[in-house]
């Protein structure tokens, strides 16, 4: 079974450019999350969807990001305009509801570099 | 504070050694327990849950002392394919789906 897809993989891009980061969760899961990981705060997470519906954003840094994701099959993540401190790698990952199982499956990652 | 605290490391051990990690969580409402794995430049992977009366995995056990507010994993006989960061992990009050990770411990399992 594939697991959950991003792309793209790796994406070098210079400040003020827009950057659209894109996750294809694994099929029939009903959760989906934007992580974004950095050597100082660690992962942190950014957003999740639950049946495509955005439920808590509180981690969305600034109005510079936004995430949405029009049906089950497919997120985006965007930033406009990038910066360099948005450098990261950024996971994308899914869960299903289930009795007592709260695992996640992250995607490979997006490694960021905004110079 | 971090909700979730670690000591990040590095670890570095031989081969056959036994290694404990520990890790500390602020909230005491915090439900659920995990230790993710993740290995460098990978995405991170669920190793274990850890549950109240602890629990083994071959060489892997998990313990969790929720009066503490303190979780461990204690590795047996280590691998070299054990070298990873250990990530401590738990739910958020209110809301079981959403993970909270603690920075990770790195381990180098030497030959």
């Known amino acids: 079974d594939a697991g959950v897809i991003q792309s793209p993989r790796h994406e070098v891009t210079e400040m003020g450019q827009e950057v659209t980061l894109r996750c294809k969760p694994i099929s029939g899961h009903d959760y989906l999350f934007w992580y974004r990981q950095t050597m100082m705060r660690g992962l942190e997470l950014l957003i999740y969807?639950?049946?495509?519906?955005?439920?808590?954003d509180s981690g969305m840094p600034e109005d510079r990001f936004s995430a949405k994701m029009p049906n089950a099959s497919f997120s985006t993540l965007k930033i406009q305009p990038s910066e360099p401190r948005d450098s990261a790698v950024y996971f994308c990952a899914s869960s299903l509801v289930r009795a007592n199982s709260y695992e996640q499956y992250f995607g490979p990652g997006t490694r960021l570099t905004v110079t | 504070r971090k909700e979730v605290e670690q000591d990040p490391g590095p670890f570095n051990v031989p081969e056959g050694a036994t290694v404990a990690f520990n890790c500390t969580y602020s909230n005491s409402a915090s439900q659920s327990f995990f230790w993710y794995r993740q290995d460098c430049r990978k995405e991170p992977k669920l190793l274990m849950s850890?549950?109240?009366s602890g629990n083994e995995d071959g060489r892997f056990t998990a313990q969790l002392n929720r009066a503490s507010q303190y979780i461990s994993l204690l590795i047996r006989d280590s691998k070299l394919s054990d070298s990873a960061t250990y990530l401590c992990?738990?739910?958020?009050?209110?809301?079981?789906?959403?993970?909270?990770f603690g920075s990770g411990t790195q381990l180098t399992v030497l030959p």
């Open positions: 992990v738990v739910t958020r009050t209110g809301s079981a789906r959403q993970l909270t």
């Open positions: 969807f639950n049946n495509n519906v955005p439920i808590d």
């Open positions: 850890v549950y109240s």
